[in-house]
């Protein structure tokens, strides 16, 4: 049964940083993991992906100040979120995708105050 586990959310002042991590179980280590951002629109909009060799996608909204990671070894994804805007606010889940299969965490809530 695949497993993804999110932590690292919270409050946070505009310019500042949150450190997000996702943990993976029961998931193929070649899956296509990524991070992504529902607001109070309720779309989820890609954040970040990141493949098994390591291939980078970033919204453009976020380029230049957040970085997706992988462990392998640990089976966890990362997403490092710096300068943080108050549109950065939103409910983060993290997201892999295998064998045409995608799965979500429950989410971790980042608020961004201005």
């Known amino acids: 049964q695949v497993q993804l586990v999110e932590s690292g959310g919270g409050l946070a002042q505009a310019g500042g940083s949150l450190r997000l991590s996702c943990v993976a179980s029961?998931?193929?280590?070649?899956?296509?993991m990524g991070w992504y951002r529902e607001s109070s629109e309720h779309q989820r909009d890609l954040v970040a992906t990141?493949?098994?060799?390591?291939?980078?996608k970033y919204a453009d909204s976020v380029k230049g100040r957040f970085t997706i990671s992988r462990d392998n070894a640990m089976n966890t994804v990362y997403l490092q979120m710096n300068a943080l805007k108050p549109e950065d606010t939103g409910v983060y889940y993290c997201?892999?995708?295998?064998?045409?299969?995608?799965?979500w965490g429950k989410g971790t809530l980042v608020t961004v105050s201005s």
């Open positions: 997201n892999g995708v295998t064998y045409g299969v995608a799965y």
């Open positions: 990141i493949t098994s060799g390591g291939t980078l």
């Open positions: 029961g998931i193929s280590s070649n899956a296509l």
